[in-house]
DNA sequence: GGGCATGTTAGCAC
DNA sequence: TGTGCTAACATGCC
């Protein structure tokens, strides 16, 4: 499910619980942590991890770029600060369950909370990775800046140094961090620039609408709590909203030509062929 | 069975 | 150093 809209709408459920009857993780105790798949344990070690979680409180749930950022403080007297880190790569859901439902055949890590509660981390594909750190930059510090942060000047800034094809630039995420291949197609749809177009060929003009368009896909997928359409996630409407993506051979609702798609960078790529004209 | 999948990383070549 | 290509990770759906 995740790029940075999808990883916004957990981050939201976590803090404030859901409308379905969902609670909150803030203000949780973290009783004990099962490590159902050690490999996504990837700092400290899965028994460290357990042994150093159990205890600690939910402070606060945030969201750098596609990754969770959970603060804890450390249980006993002198606590420390504690970071969980959870980014959901392809096929992760975090959620908060009762007890009784946590134990699911993809669960891959739960940690059991207190009233009966639980957060279930849930992975089909085993790409998922977590972390338990003193400081989140040990994971996040080469991260680009937010893609939803990021000011104009930076982003323009940055761009300057680069060389390359547009849609793998959007996928760096030392670049800016938080866009996937969804949002970068629709990004680069939106903002009428070809995904080959090299960063150093872009106009003022056309920096300015690739800022604007990034801005305005992530705000959209966040507004439609982020996009489902496979068995992996329900719940996001932001697929109804796809004007490229997935559409290989609809018409582009700008100018109704048919939608091609290439590979780039091993990623599927969707373009209209009229809006998006190649460099030339 | 083959092709596809919202992500990331390592190794390699230029 | 930057860029991009390939393979790998592991599983499930169509």
Redo the contacts with the bound molecule.
Sequence with gaps: ???LP?VETVARILREGAPNGTLPLVGRTIRSAKVL?P?EVASPTPHAFARRIAGSRVQSVGRY???LLIGLRGAGDGADALSLLV?????GRLEVVSRSEAFT??ARLVWLLDDDLALRFED????G?VWLVDDPAEVIG?LGPDAIDIKYEEFVSRLR?????LK??L?????I????????DEALHLARLHP?R???SLSEDEAVRLYAAIRQVLLEGIAAN????????PG?KF?ENFKV??RTGQRCPTCDSPIR?I??????THFCPVCQPPAG
Excluded: C
């Design positions: 499910m995740p790029e999808e798949w490999r770029g596609k990754y980014h959901l790569r392809m096929s055949p993809h089909a594909r085993k790409f990775r080469k140094t680069r060389f390359g094809a793998p630039l996928l760096d995420q030392t670049f961090a938080g866009i996937g291949n969804i949002y970068a080959l090299t960063a150093d982020g996009a489902s359409f496979d068995w992996v996630y996001g697929q993506y997935g798609r590979i780039v960078t091993q990623r599927s």
